[in-house]
C-alpha cells in the first residue's frame, strides 16, 4: 500500500510530466487517441510500479521508458490493414504552418533508421541529455552521441529538407 507521500509525489509526477510524455508519444504513433491512451497506460503502469523506482530523481527518463514500452507493445501483436485505394502522395499534413516544409521535414525524418530516429526524437522533444537516452535505450553513451551525429548528418544532406531542419538543430 502506498502512503500519502508516495501518492503526493506521484501526483505531482502526473502534473510534470504529462505534456512532455503526451507530445512525445504523439510524435511516435501521429494519433491523438492513442497518444492519450498511451500516456495513461504509462501512469497507470507507474503507479503500480512506483515502489519499484530505485532513483526518485530519474522519474522522467523512467516515465519514457514505460512509455517507449507501452508504444511497442501496442504494435507486437498488431496487424496492419492495408487499403491500397489510397494514394499517400495526394495526402497533406494541414497542421503545418507550410506542408511543403511539414512534408519534407516528415520525408528526412522517415528516412532515418528507427535505432537513429528515436534518440533525436528523445534529444529534440524529450529534452533528454545523451546519458539518460543511454540508459533509456540501453545503449553506451557513445553510441548515442553517434547516432545523434549520423541522424542529424542525414537531415542535413536531403537538401529538400533544408528549411526544416534547422528545428533539430
Request: with cysteine; aromatic share 8%; proline share 2%.
Amino acid at each position: 500500500m502506498l502512503t500519502d507521500r508516495a501518492r503526493t509525489d506521484f501526483e505531482r509526477w502526473v502534473r510534470a510530466y504529462s505534456a512532455e510524455l503526451y507530445r512525445y508519444a504523439y510524435w511516435l504513433c501521429r494519433d491523438r487517441f492513442v497518444a492519450e491512451d498511451l500516456v495513461q497506460e504509462t501512469f497507470s503502469r507507474a503507479w503500480q510500479a512506483t515502489q519499484q523506482l530505485r532513483d526518485p530523481h530519474a522519474v522522467k527518463s523512467w516515465l519514457y521508458t514505460i512509455l517507449r514500452n507501452e508504444h511497442a507493445r501496442l504494435y507486437e501483436r498488431k496487424r496492419f490493414d492495408i487499403d491500397e485505394d489510397h494514394d499517400l502522395a495526394e495526402l497533406v499534413d494541414a497542421t503545418a504552418a507550410d506542408p511543403s516544409d511539414g512534408i519534407a521535414l516528415r520525408e528526412s525524418l522517415g528516412r532515418l533508421s528507427p535505432g537513429h530516429l528515436e534518440p533525436l526524437l528523445l534529444q529534440v522533444v524529450g529534452g533528454f541529455s545523451c546519458a539518460e537516452i543511454a540508459t533509456m535505450m540501453k545503449l553506451t553513451e557513445g553510441a548515442v552521441m553517434t547516432r545523434l551525429t549520423r541522424a542529424r548528418m542525414a537531415l542535413r544532406g536531403h537538401s529538400s529538407s533544408r528549411a526544416s531542419v534547422r528545428a533539430i538543430r
